[in-house]
């Protein structure tokens, strides 16, 4: 006999409405509201070509994979703007944005360099100005505080030929899945095996149980056995269960 506190409605923020499928012995259940969320995230990941297309197709998508480059900054592994302009020569690419800037100055420029160099640090602090003028870029720390100090077009070009990961997208970049760890099983968590919360409370109680498998983990879901129960359970609380084999199969 299946007893539920019939009390129990579909509040205005719950999903009213939801898909199941069984598969090897027990049901899924997942709010349509839910699925067809994920379903339209997973549509925009493979269809988006640039970080542009994230940000037009679901903000809030983009700014969770956003983050999670930030995170690198952290760790130094990926760095911003305003970490690159800091320590360019930590995140270049053999300091070219460096080589670069030196090649365009002017002997004037170079000469005003060197009366700045804090010569006492240098590896031949008895460096002459010929010398200098002949090799300037071994003697040049990029990391040194000098002025004239590199223009901001020098260093936002080298900045951008860093890739997407080792820097923070901008949205003219191609987006690439292969930056993200663990992208081959997908960057959206499944909404499958997930009850707790999504379903009335009585029937989760009564019904739910938890199995664990090797790719997935821990899933709540219902018996296949008990299916009758389940349905009229949620039908006596005025919830809609649309059976939906092949779109359970697409949350995976």
């Known amino acids: 006999m299946c007893t539920i506190d019939l009390s129990t409605k579909p509040s205005q923020t719950e999903s009213s409405v ?18 067809e969320h994920f379903l339209t995230q997973k549509k925009i990941l493979s269809n988006a070509k640039t970080w542009g297309d994230l940000f037009d197709g679901d903000r809030e998508l983009y700014e969770d994979l956003k983050e999670r480059i930030e995170e690198r900054i952290d760790r130094h592994t990926c760095c911003d703007w305003e970490s690159f302009c800091q320590q360019p020569a930590v995140f270049a690419d053999d300091w070219n ?24 640090s240098l590896l031949d602090p008895d460096l002459t100005l010929s010398s200098f003028l002949s090799d300037p870029e071994y003697w040049l720390d990029p990391d040194l505080e000098l002025e004239p100090a590199p223009p901001t077009e020098y260093l936002l070009r080298h900045y951008l030929r860093l890739k997407p990961g080792e820097r923070l997208p901008v949205l003219e970049d191609p987006f690439e899945p292969a930056i993200f760890f663990g992208y081959e099983e997908g960057l959206l968590r499944s909404p499958l095996g997930q009850l707790e919360g999504l379903v009335p409370k009585d029937i989760y109680r009564k ?22 129960d389940v349905l009229t359970a949620f039908g006596r609380l005025g919830y809609r269960c649309i059976h939906n084999d092949d779109l359970i199969v697409e949350l995976r």
């Open 97 to 120: 944005w460096y080589d670069d800037w030196l090649g365009n100055l002017s002997i004037r420029e170079l000469e005003d360099l060197y009366y700045r160099l804090p010569h006492e």
């Open 207 to 228: 019904f739910a149980r938890t199995t664990s498998t090797t790719l997935d983990g821990n899933l709540e879901v219902f018996d296949e056995k008990d299916l009758d």
């Open 18 to 35: 939801f898909y199941w499928g069984a598969f090897f012995g027990v049901l899924f259940f997942v709010p349509k509201d839910i699925a």
